[in-house]
Nanobody
Framework: QVQLVESGGGLVQAGGSLRLSCAAS????????MGWYRQPPGKQRELVAS???????NYADSAQGRYTISRDGGTNTVDLQMNGLKSGDTGVYYC?????????WGQGTQVTVSS
């Protein structure tokens, strides 16, 4: 079974930056897509950024231009760089690994943006 461990969350002022990291216990290229999801307080989990095996990245409209997803096959990590943070970015961020046969989630890391 694959373990996904997120880190890098915390409290940050609006306009600031954070870099989240997801460490996988298995080769990340075994999965079709690696992604980051956000669950705001009282709302459903939503996809904010993903990257596929070919390196193509996709972003939610709210993240476009401010978030960057990247990967490192040598360390089996997937990072999410978040710049220009807003209050709407607040939530629990989850790492996801997905393929045709398997789907895994991390435990999540809290991101809180204050004014």
């Amino acid at each position: 079974q694959v373990q996904l461990v997120e880190s890098g969350g915390g409290l940050v002022q609006a306009g600031g930056s954070l870099r989240l990291s997801c460490a996988a216990s298995e080769n990340i290229f075994n999965f079709n897509t690696m992604g980051w999801y956000r669950q705001p307080p009282g709302k459903q989990r939503e996809l904010v950024a993903s990257i596929n095996v070919g390196g193509r990245a996709n972003y939610a409209d709210s993240a476009q231009g401010r978030y960057t997803i990247s990967r490192d096959g040598g360390t089996n990590t997937v990072d999410l760089q978040m710049n220009g943070l807003k209050s709407g970015d607040t939530g629990v961020y989850y790492c996801n690994a997905n393929s045709r046969s398997r789907n895994y989630w991390g435990q999540g890391t809290q991101v809180t943006v204050s004014s």
